[in-house]
């Protein structure tokens, strides 16, 4: 009896030092779900028992080219059906992209975003006491602390404030104009101060749009040169003594992309998959994965790593990239 409970004991103790997820706090990272489509993925996502969720935009389908918002009214009706109840228990963290702001590839000049905000304060049940109830726009910063680990959540809004695109749909140019701006005066100023005042150990950057790449034709932070640069100007100051990591969807494809100084995850989509056309970028780490999918963030405070990871709507790991702390 007592040889058996200490081979228990043993065993336990074995696995506290190498079991890879037993102090993990673990995130799903997804964007991109069409209500009227399959969600199946949930089912998968479920398995691997994560702690929160953070949606990346384009949550519903609902825009319009009049920006008439009936359709997106009827969407989160029926959103709110599809999500299964193990969901709405866990942590969200969810900003908007196009197709939940009212109309496709819209910017700050939409006629309706004012009340498209409402209705995704509504969806999402903000609390009345949430400062994205009185402020222009959806940003806003969250903190938490795993285990002994300060870690902020610096969600911004790409749509409310940013200026005309350059081009044609899915053929944008590089708006060069210095006047150009993606974030707005008042968000600039407001994600300059929290991210230098920030005293977290690691900082996830949420922007719907993609931060790092530069080559395809479609939405990203390189149609605004001037905009890309100072956001990444100040991302490279804070990672001094931070790990930046920024969080990104919007394009139907999945992938992890690095320069000298953070990591980006891109992941989209939940249900929508995209073309199978190979893309390149200087930034990427390896390919793109243009199926269903969806991201999953560990945080091991014990091991000081973070793990990032693209899963196939199986749960199969396709691309993974391990940080340390």
Known sequence: MIKSLSKQIALVYILSIFSPSLYAYKLGVGSCIDQNLKQDIWITIKKHNIDGFIFLGDNVYGDTSSGNLDKMKRAYAKQKSNFPSWLNKKDIIAIWDDHDYGVNDGGGDYKNKNEAKKLFIDFWKIPVNDIRRERQGLYFERSQLIEDKKIQYIVL??????????????NYQPNKSPYATVLGNKQWKWFRKTLRNSEAEIIFILSSIQVLATNHPYEKWANFPHERKRLLKEIKLASQDKTIIALS???????IYQNNFFLELTSSSLNKASSIAVEYDPLLIGRTYPEVNFGLIEIDSKKNLISLSIHNKLGQELQSKIIKL
Do not use: M
């Open 249 to 255: 969807g919007d394009r139907h494809r999945s992938g």
């Open 157 to 170: 809004d790409t749509r409310y404030f940013r200026s005309p695109l350059n081009g044609k749909t899915n």
